[in-house]
């Protein structure tokens, strides 16, 4: 992570599932969150602001932005001192709430700085720079800058998650009211994330949302109450939804996937939730004919599941995620390649009963792959990597953590894949220096995790600087990675961000 530059304060960094948290404000909407999905994205808003002043003079002499030069630019934090009313929530804020925008005169600096500051072209290009938490704050300065930031092309990608005690402000005698969701509407939201929501809350939100009929198009519930009767009224109401996500509900059964699913969902995420069996695979085969994706953590599947699968889904169907699916075997995944043969994006992992000899059928029949993730798999050998190398040419992304069986032997198999570009070895508690030796030619890596190598040292790690094309680097809990480590690459690897 990068060190704070410039007496900048550093933004909080993101957990692994790409939350941004927002700190809590009186209305109860101050504490929702906004994640975005990429981890290139989550660690760039691990760091530093890219523009620690409202317009450096770098920015400000660029031939290509319709501005003067400025002598001394206005720093965010003269700006942000404009005053915003009290308790206005970050996230939730309405278009016709906030401070009123301050006059000219009224604006620290001089009169130059003073027209700048609220200048809409420029404001356009600026906000660019900013993280999604310092929009949600920027947003506040004054009315022009919230008009500016509220533009949906500033929110794309960006899913806010709301809890179900955010959904409600109380009022004097104890009722509750719903929230007003208008300031979303304005940024143009077209996905949520709800957690710990009920069947009611679900209704209150179709009814408060203006987009909600037709123009969400992704849904999340989590840890969530909904049932059969909720989940029918939810996919009923809202036409526009083709994402569906459901982590952590185990109020719905297998009969109201029957009775709820719709054929325009293209893409569904199934996990943690204890009804889910083999009848919710037939389901999701028989109701969803345009299933592109399908990510599904489910203890209770077994092979019988994965033979489900139309000869329709298995034209449409590219991306395929059986996360910790412990009763699959090798048998399902015979069935799984004949029904899904278009597959370019696969996971097993946590399916510890597969075997080296379900890798082979993967290899042999999946030739369209481009990631690949058998982490958490116990069986899976050198001879695994081998049947790999050999068949999965257009590999780009290969993830083997935990995979304790793994040698150097293995990696030097996987050294002649031209295409591979990311490389996950966390965990891989035998592989050695003498392995790291047959990565040193792999060209085309561009990320390469090692972390939690016991084996691997000093000297082995140094030789990676060989691989000037790598873009990123993890050593979290490697023994061998030192201080001195760190500055070398810090001076042979300078285009490559280290993870410590």
């Known amino acids: 992570m990068s060190n704070p530059r410039n007496g900048d304060t550093k933004p909080p960094c993101l957990p692994r599932n790409g939350l941004v948290k927002i700190p809590t404000q009186p209305n109860g909407l101050g504490s929702a969150s906004i994640t975005k999905g990429t981890p290139a994205v989550k660690n760039r808003l691990c760091q530093p602001s890219s523009v620690p002043a409202i317009l450096s003079p770098a920015l400000a002499h660029r031939s290509d932005l319709p501005i003067p030069s400025l002598a001394s630019p206005l720093s965010l934090a003269t700006l942000a001192s404009v005053s915003s009313p009290p308790g206005a929530s970050l996230v939730g804020l309405n278009a016709s709430e906030g401070s009123e925008q301050p006059s000219p005169e009224r604006l620290p600096g ?69 929230v007003s969701l ?15 929501v009920s069947d009611l809350d679900i209704c209150e939100f179709i009814d408060n949302y203006p987009l909600s009929k037709k123009g969400v198009k992704s849904m999340s519930l989590k840890r969530s109450t909904i049932t059969d009767a909720g989940l029918e009224v939810m996919l009923e109401q809202m036409q526009g939804v083709v994402r569906l996500e459901l982590s952590g509900c185990n109020d719905f059964t297998e009969a109201g996937l029957w009775s709820s699913l719709n054929a325009r969902i293209t893409a569904l995420s199934v996990s943690d939730c204890i009804n889910v069996a083999d009848d919710a695979i037939a389901a999701i085969s028989q109701l969803l004919p345009n299933l592109t994706e399908l990510n599904l953590q489910a203890y209770h599947v077994t092979d019988t599941a994965l033979a489900y699968f139309t000869a329709k889904q298995g034209y449409t169907t590219h991306t395929l995620r059986l996360n910790s699916c ?28 597969v075997t080296d000899d379900g890798v082979e059928l993967v290899a042999e029949n999946l030739r369209k792959l481009r990631s690949l993730d058998l982490s958490w798999c116990p069986r899976i050998t050198d001879m695994a990597l081998e049947y790999i190398a050999c ?41 050695q220096d003498f392995g790291l030796k047959h990565l040193l030619g792999m060209g085309s890596l561009r990320l390469l995790s090692l972390a939690g190598c016991p084996l691997l040292t000093t000297t082995g790690l140094s030789g990676l600087v060989q691989l000037q094309e790598l873009e990123e680097l993890e050593l979290t809990n490697c023994p061998g990675a030192t201080p001195e480590l760190f500055k070398y690459f810090s001076q042979h690897l300078p285009c490559c961000m280290v993870i410590e």
Request: aromatic share 12%; charged share 20%.
């Open 182 to 196: 208008q300031g979303f509407a304005v940024r143009g939201f077209d996905g949520f994330c709800l957690v710990g």
């Open 326 to 353: 412990w009763e699959i075997t090798n048998h399902g995944v015979v069935n799984m390649v004949h029904s899904l043969p278009n597959l370019s994006v696969l996971s097993l992992s946590g399916c510890s009963k």
């Open 110 to 178: 001089s009169p130059l700085e003073r027209q700048l500051a609220v200048d809409e072209k420029i404001l356009n290009r600026l906000f660019w720079y900013f993280s999604a938490c310092e929009k949600c704050v920027l947003a506040q300065v004054c009315k022009a800058w919230r008009r500016v930031l509220y533009q949906p092309k500033f929110w794309v990608g960006l899913t806010p998650v709301l809890h179900t005690k955010e959904l409600y402000n109380i009022l004097p005698g104890g009722e509750k009211e719903f």
């Open 391 to 431: 068949d999965l040419h257009k590999l780009e992304e290969l993830v083997l953590d935990r995979c304790v069986r793994i040698t150097d032997t293995g990696l030097s198999y996987l050294s002649t894949m031209s295409s591979l570009r990311s490389l996950y070895l966390r965990w891989c508690c035998q592989v």
